[in-house]
Antibody, heavy 119, light 107 residues
Framework: EVQLVESGGGLVQPGGSLRLSCAAS????????MDWVRQAPGKGLEWVGR??????????EYAASVKGRFTISRDDSKNSVYLQMTSLKTEDTAVYYC??????????WGQGTLVTVSS | DIQMTQSPSSLSAFVGDSVTITCRAS??????LAWFQQKPGKAPKSLIY???SLQSGVPSRFSGSGSGRDFTLTISSLQPEDFATYYC?????????FGQGTKLEIK
C-alpha cells in the first residue's frame, strides 16, 4: 500500500524558515517523481514544485511564487522528500501535501501538514 | 503560465443525477489533464489522468473527456460520497496549474 506521511509543519514567524519532510512507503521511491502541492485556508490547490528521479538527475521545477525561496530535495536511501522553505511570508500559510507522480501525473497524496506563518 | 478555468464554480444535484464539470485551458495541453476530488478536511484523491483514464479503484461512474483546450468530467448516477470539490490540473508544461475548483453539493 502506498503511503506518504508529511511532517514538520508548525507556526513560524514571517521571514523564518521551515523544513517539511515526506516519508514514503509501499513502492519503489527512487523510481518516481515527487511533488509538493499546497492549499491556503479556504482556497484551492496550488502546485509548489517537483523533484525528478535519479534517472533524470534529480532536477527540480518550482512555481514562480516560491522559486528562489523554496528548495525540494530527496534522499532515496531514506525514501523521503523534503521541502526547505525560507523567507516565509504570511501568504505561504497553507496545508502542504506531498504527492507521488506516476509518469508525469500525480496518483497518490499524503495527508498534509499545516504551516502557519504569523507573528 | 497556463490558466485553467473550471465551470461552474458550484452546483447542486440530487443523488442519482448525472453532472458534468468543464475545464478550459488558456492554451492547448493535448491530453495532459488530471482530475482530483477533495472532501472537506481531507487530502485530494486522484480520479482521472490523461484526460480520460481512470486511476485504479475509481468507480466507472466517473468519466473524463477532451483534448486540446476543453475538457469535461462527468459523474453519472451521483452517490452520496461524490459530493465534494473537484479540481482539474494541467501537466503539459511547468508550472503545473489547477483550476479554481467546482464544489458539488447535494440538493
Amino acid at each position: 500500500e502506498v503511503q506518504l506521511v508529511e511532517s514538520g509543519g508548525g507556526l513560524v514567524q514571517p521571514g523564518g524558515s521551515l523544513r517539511l519532510s515526506c516519508a514514503a512507503s509501499g513502492f519503489t521511491f527512487s523510481d518516481h517523481y515527487m511533488d509538493w502541492v499546497r492549499q491556503a485556508p479556504g482556497k484551492g490547490l496550488e502546485w509548489v514544485g517537483r523533484t525528478r528521479n535519479k534517472a533524470n538527475s534529480y532536477t527540480t521545477e518550482y512555481a514562480a511564487s516560491v522559486k528562489g525561496r523554496f528548495t525540494i530535495s530527496r534522499d532515496d536511501s531514506k525514501n523521503s522528500v523534503y521541502l526547505q522553505m525560507t523567507s516565509l511570508k504570511t501568504e505561504d500559510t497553507a496545508v502542504y501535501y506531498c504527492a507521488r507522480a506516476q509518469g508525469l501525473q500525480v496518483d497518490y497524496w499524503g495527508q498534509g501538514t499545516l504551516v502557519t506563518v504569523s507573528s | 503560465d497556463i490558466q485553467m478555468t473550471q465551470s461552474p464554480s458550484s452546483l447542486s444535484a440530487f443523488v442519482g443525477d448525472s453532472v458534468t464539470i468543464t475545464c478550459r485551458a488558456s492554451q492547448g495541453i493535448s491530453n495532459y489533464l488530471a482530475w482530483f476530488q477533495q472532501k472537506p478536511g481531507k487530502a485530494p484523491k486522484s480520479l482521472i489522468y490523461a484526460a480520460s483514464s481512470l486511476q485504479s479503484g475509481v468507480p466507472s461512474r466517473f468519466s473524463g473527456s477532451g483534448s486540446g483546450r476543453d475538457f469535461t468530467l462527468t459523474i453519472s448516477s451521483l452517490q452520496p460520497e461524490d459530493f465534494a470539490t473537484y479540481y482539474c490540473q494541467q501537466y503539459n508544461s511547468y508550472p503545473y496549474t489547477f483550476g479554481q475548483g467546482t464544489k458539488l453539493e447535494i440538493k
